[in-house]
């Protein structure tokens, strides 16, 4: 059996379905092979049921301190077994939705595994007929797995990735996470919370290595706080044991030390999913972090395109969307780059971290110098009244005009509070554009404000 189509999209993930919707509402006609559950790992094994567990272990956290509220409970007991329920309905509801996103869209879902045979030819392995399908464009959507580095031990039992540990059964009374990127500090939060004995070991010189060193030291100090072992630094240099005796060998500061746990969770990062897919036989080039795309999602092969994960770029989900409408838009006849320089990054641990553009030391290394502006929650009414009053929000600008270059958040609703820096950056704001801005109070982005004012050297809600 053959179906010819204008488009073809090679997985289902948030890059890949929202791609064929694009190019649907284009005027071309789509479809989208995928081989496993729709919306991929990001809505089944990934963003979504990790972020309702977290929501969980927040709202458990919550529940325990309620008294501090003025409401009184009782036997308050986390339910891991319902936890997971949850999680699992989460996850399916949406991945239904996407289905019928894609239906009433009019993009076709064909059920099983692709591979191209030619550049514009994809053979697809289902369970009930392989078929072949013809398409002028192709898009690679085939996304990334958990990364096993050589670790001795990391294959054995008793060690999990992501994907192992959204399927629990119950909590884990020590846990240890290799990892201490955005991946790890979620987990490790994550089970914290909930009681768990929790070691992070990362092998940089701080948690969440990627954000600013600021961040990363109020976060370790949070961490701390909560019980977490923070081991930087530190190399593992082998497992070994079995499931509820397990030991982790790990190198630090020129010193040996063996850390007894139930389990291990690797946490690594990523592998771009480029193996099966027949890249090599349509002569698509593949380097160290992924596929090689251009601005535009072209890859070496005419007509072949790649977004999301499998690029290697930025590992993200709002990433991979916005990657699948530029292919599916120069697909349609546009000639569109995409610009990475204004990519929020969003970790939801506890407290959260959101960020968008250049670290201090980035933007001092760019500039020569940087212009610097810091609010912390306990000047925030908002964040006292919230009952969380951890973290603080700081914007970094260049020396010359005060354009805002960075914007870093750590506490409370961070992932939300970061989008007017985003929009800021992205429009070319300046300290004055922000500190003009007037913003609702009591809320957790006035912060933003708040700190272009401490910039200027002229605070108003701070000392």
């Known amino acids: 059996m053959s179906m010819k189509f204008d488009y073809c999209v090679i997985g289902s993930g948030p890059g890949g379905y929202v791609s064929a919707i694009r190019a649907s509402r284009l005027g071309l006609r789509a479809a989208v092979v995928e081989k496993g559950l729709v919306g991929g790992v990001c809505t089944n094994t990934g963003c979504i049921p990790t972020k309702a567990l977290l929501r969980s272990a927040e709202v458990f956290s919550l529940a325990k301190a309620a008294k501090a ?30 289905e019928g996103l894609l239906k009433s869209a009019n993009v076709e879902l064909i059920k099983g595994e692709g591979s191209l045979v030619a550049p514009n030819l994809i053979e697809v392995s289902g369970d ?4 072949l399908i013809s398409a002028d464009s192709v ?23 992501s994907d192992g540990a959204l399927e629990l059964k119950s909590i884990p009374d020590r846990l240890v996470v290799i990892g201490g ?28 290595p990627v954000e600013d060193e600021e961040v990363s030291e109020q976060l370790r100090k949070a961490f701390v706080a909560q019980g977490i072992s923070v081991k930087s630094k530190a190399k593992v240099a082998g497992i070994n044991g079995s499931p509820g005796n397990m030991k982790v060998e790990i190198h630090q500061n020129a010193e040996s030390e063996s850390i007894d ?13 480029t193996k099966g897919v027949g890249l090599e036989t349509v ?6 972090s992924g596929v090689q ?24 989900a709002h990433v991979a969307s916005h990657q699948g409408i530029v292919a599916a838009e120069n697909a349609a006849g546009a000639d569109q780059d995409m610009s990475l320089d204004t990519v929020p990054g969003a970790t939801f641990c506890f407290p959260e971290i959101a960020s968008v553009g250049l670290t201090e030391a980035q933007a001092k290394d760019r500039y020569g110098s940087a212009i610097i502006g810091k609010f912390p929650y306990m000047a925030s009414g908002r964040a006292r009244a919230y009952g969380d009053a ?18 870093h958040i750590i506490g409370a609703m961070a992932s939300d509070s970061i989008a007017e820096g985003v929009l800021a950056i992205k429009l070319e704001a300046t300290l004055d554009d922000l500190r003009d801005v007037i913003h609702a109070h009591p809320t957790f982005p006035e912060a933003l404000g708040e700190a272009s004012w401490h910039a200027i050297g002229e605070p108003i809600n701070t000392i």
């Open 139 to 161: 898009v690679i959507a085939t996304g990334s797995s958990a990364a096993i580095p050589p670790i001795l031990g990391l294959r054995q039992k008793g060690v999990i990735t």
């Open 293 to 316: 795309v251009d601005g535009g999602m072209r890859t070496t092969t005419d007509g072949i395109y790649a977004i999301g994960d499998v690029t290697g770029l930025k590992l993200l």
């Open 181 to 208: 990127g955005a991946v790890g500090v979620e987990w490790a939060s994550m089970f914290a919370t909930l009681g768990s004995t929790v070691s992070i070991v990362e092998m940089q010189e701080r948690l969440v």
């Open 390 to 407: 951890e973290g603080f929000t700081k914007v970094v600008a260049e020396p010359e005009h005060g354009a805002v270059v960075g914007v």
């Open 283 to 288: 002569g698509v080039s593949i380097g160290k």
């Open 128 to 131: 009930k007929r392989d078929q």
């Open 261 to 273: 746990c139930d389990l291990v969770l690797n946490a690594t990062g990523r592998t771009p999913n």
């Open 69 to 98: 509220f003025g409401v009184e409970t009782e036997n308050v007991r986390a339910n891991f077994e319902a936890m997971i329920g949850r999680k699992d309905r989460v996850a399916a509801s949406l991945s239904r939705g996407i």
